[in-house]
C-alpha cells in the first residue's frame, strides 16, 4: 500500500509546497478450528497492519510534516462484532500513543464504532463513530459510496467531529473490499429471495471478484444454477405435452330406479 501527499500552504509567514508519502501493509492470518480452545473461530481472520505516513521529502520554511510509525491488530470476536488495537508513535514526540476500538456492523451496510484512548493523549477519553457504505451501479462499473463520521474530545480544542465521504471505483483495491463483496452477496440473497435468480448469480460473481474465498457466494451460486436447471426442465417437459389428450371412455351413470307409490306403502 502506497499513499502520496501533496501539501501547499500559503499565508503572511508560511508559504511552501510539500511532497509527502504513507507506505503500509497488511497482513491476514486465518485461524483454525477451536484457536486456544475458543469456539468458532474457523474461518475468521486476525489482521495485522504496519503504516509508516508523512514520510517528506520536503518541508515549508523548516517546518516537516510530524512522521509517526503505527502497528495494529484487530479480529472479528463475534458474528459482525470486531475488536481492534493499535500503537503509535510520532517520532517528534517521545510518548507512544495507544488505542482499542470496536465496530459492529449491521447488515454490511451500517457501521457503529467506540473507542478509547488509553496513552499518549493529553486527554484519555472515549471516541465515537458512525461509517454508512452502499454500492450503486452494475457489473463491471459497481461502486462504494462511504460516509463516516467521528467525534472525539480533543481537550484543548474542545470537542471535534470529523466527515469523511469516499467513492471506491472498480479495480481500486482496498481494505473495504471484503465490505462491498458482503453487501454485494445480501443483494444476491434479496433478488434469489424473489425468483431473480440470473440477477443473484450475477451479484454474487462480483463477490467474487472482490473476495475469491467468499465460500457463502460459491455456494449460492451453485444452489441458484440448479434451480435454473430444474426451471428449464420443467419448461421443457410443459412445452412437450402442452397439447397432449388422453382419450378417456367415458362411463355412463348407473340409473336408480323410482319405487312406486305402492311399494313405498308396503314398506
Do not use: C
Not at 26 to 53: E, H, M, R, W
Not at 134 to 143: A, L
Not at 170 to 187: E, M
Amino acid at each position: 500500500m502506497l499513499g502520496l501527499i501533496l501539501i501547499r500552504q500559503q499565508g503572511d509567514e508560511r508559504e511552501g509546497t510539500d511532497v509527502a508519502t504513507d507506505i503500509g501493509m497488511i497482513y491476514s492470518y486465518k485461524l483454525p478450528k477451536d484457536f486456544f480452545g475458543l469456539p468458532n473461530t474457523y474461518g475468521k481472520a486476525v489482521k495485522l497492519g504496519l503504516t509508516v505516513q508523512n514520510i517528506g521529502f520536503s518541508d515549508i520554511r523548516g517546518y516537516s510534516l510530524p512522521m509517526n510509525i503505527k502497528f495494529g491488530i484487530g479480529t472479528e470476536i463475534f458474528q459482525d462484532f470486531s475488536f481492534e488495537m493499535d500503537l503509535e508513535k510520532y517520532f517528534d514526540y517521545e510518548d507512544p500513543r495507544f488505542n482499542i476500538g470496536m465496530e459492529y456492523n449491521i447488515r454490511n451496510y451500517v457501521n457503529l464504532r467506540a473507542g478509547y484512548r488509553l496513552a499518549g493523549y493529553e486527554v484519555d477519553s472515549f471516541t465515537l463513530g458512525l461509517g454508512v457504505q452502499y454500492p450503486f451501479g452494475t457489473g463491471d462499473t459497481v461502486k462504494l459510496i462511504n460516509v463516516d463520521v467521528g467525534y472525539a474530545p480533543q481537550g484543548a480544542l474542545e470537542n471535534t467531529t470529523a466527515l469523511t465521504f469516499g467513492v471506491k471505483f472498480p479495480g481500486a483495491k482496498s481494505g473495504r473490499d471484503w465490505k462491498l463483496a458482503n453487501i454485494l452477496y445480501y443483494k444476491g440473497i434479496f433478488h434469489y429471495t424473489r425468483g431473480d435468480l440470473k440477477k443473484a448469480i450475477e451479484l454474487w460473481k462480483e463477490v467474487l471478484k472482490l473476495n475469491s474465498d467468499h465460500a457463502q457466494a460459491k455456494q449460492k451460486i451453485k444452489d441458484a444454477r440448479y434451480l435454473l436447471e430444474l426451471e428449464e426442465m420443467g419448461k421443457k417437459v410443459k412445452e412437450k405435452f402442452k397439447n397432449f389428450e388422453v382419450d378417456l371412455p367415458k362411463v355412463e351413470e348407473p340409473k336408480i330406479e323410482e319405487k312406486s307409490e305402492t311399494e313405498k306403502k308396503a314398506e
